[in-house]
């Protein structure tokens, strides 16, 4: 029965939108029909925005896509090389149009499609969703090792963008003077830097380059919603546009990160998640302890505008802080 409310009231915005004749985000619905169909020889019947530049679109005949604007040429040619070359039910990749053209560039941007997947998306409040999606990211990983393309595209090793988000961190010190925050501030910059120091300090050109030499991909963003349980209970990695040949160990730091708050910033009930994982453990345990991700949150905060929600935010970050520390002590004690 919710299914087919939620599918209802789906249907139900769509055609509100379509009657106003835009979504959203602003895009014209009659417009970027009439885009696709001319380019694609998709026949739309229902466009709705999920997102900046990405869509839910469903077919005169009942077949529903994902369609997703780039600015980025190489970073879609990336992703059709690796799906090109994967034989799996792990990830979704992306499908031609119905003309059999695999890219469409139109209004400055490259348009690409992909099958809508029904289902969910996981959580990591919930112990199951957390152990599947470890072990369905480790099966895409074990599934994409080894697959070579032609140029791959190569990122900048994590530990520069982990000083490059502390450069972010430091130009929004006088948000916190003015909250009566400094403490705060000075105590996780300190923190930072010292964390960033030694994990700066590991031997990053061996283990990028052991990554290169056995064609390691990472996913690049193993946020819960990139993660889809079908209808069927199989779980589907989505969103490729961070796809990189890089160590397996980055998008272990960052699922580690995601999972902490819900274990309550318990060392031992994180690592119970990753012990079957073959993960360099000092390398991993480092990369969590560094609060990029308290970073990260904070930046997109900002960047959202909630200017009249500040002291608000910062009361309960003051809370997450307290506990990260603890966190932080007890990977200390262990390295």
């Not at 040619?77 to 053209?101: A, H, R, Y």
């Not at 099958?115 to 072990?135: C, H, I, M, N, W």
């Not at 120091?197 to 946020?223: C, P, S, Y």
């Not at 999972?259 to 480092?286: G, H, M």
Request: hydrophobic residues 40%; without cysteine; aromatic residues 14%.
């Amino acid at each position: 029965m919710g299914i087919i409310i939620q599918a209802l009231i789906v249907v139900m915005r769509v055609e509100k939108e379509v009657n106003k004749g835009g979504l959203r985000d602003g895009t014209n619905v009659g417009r970027l029909s009439s885009f696709l169909y001319t380019h694609g020889g998709l026949q739309v019947e229902q466009i709705d925005s999920i997102k900046k530049g990405v869509y839910y679109v469903k077919q005169r005949n009942g077949a529903a896509y994902i369609l997703k604007q780039y600015k980025s040429l190489a970073i879609i040619e990336q992703q059709w090389k690796l799906f090109d070359e994967i034989s799996t039910t792990t990830i979704v990749p992306f499908t031609s149009f119905p003309n059999q053209g695999r890219i469409l560039y139109g209004d400055h941007y490259y348009w690409t499609l992909a099958p809508y997947v029904p289902g969910k998306s996981l959580t990591f409040s919930d112990e199951k969703d957390r152990r599947d999606a470890v072990q369905y990211l480790d099966k895409f990983h074990t599934e994409t090792k080894g697959i070579s393309i032609y140029s791959p595209l190569l990122k900048q090793p994590l530990y520069e963008k982990l000083e490059h988000r502390l450069q972010k961190w430091k130009r929004t010190k006088r948000i916190f003077e003015k909250y009566g925050y400094d403490h705060l501030y000075s105590e996780l910059n300190v923190l930072y830097e010292l964390l960033l120091d030694r994990f700066t300090k590991l031997n990053w050109n061996k283990i990028e380059q052991n990554a290169i030499d056995q064609w390691m991909w990472t996913h690049g963003d193993v946020a819960s919603h990139n993660f889809r349980r079908d209808a069927n209970n199989m779980i589907r990695l989505i969103d490729f546009d961070l796809l990189s040949l890089s160590p397996h160990l980055y998008d272990w730091i960052q699922l580690g990160q995601r999972f902490l708050p819900f274990l309550d910033w318990k060392l031992d009930r994180l690592e119970a998640y990753f012990s079957e994982i073959n993960i360099p453990k000092d390398a991993w345990l480092l990369g969590i302890a560094i609060p990029s991700d308290i970073i990260r949150e904070w930046w997109h905060f900002l960047q959202q505008n909630h200017h009249k929600k500040i002291e608000q935010y910062l009361m309960k970050l003051q809370k997450t802080w307290e506990k990260r520390k603890i966190f932080v002590d007890d990977v200390n004690s262990v390295l």
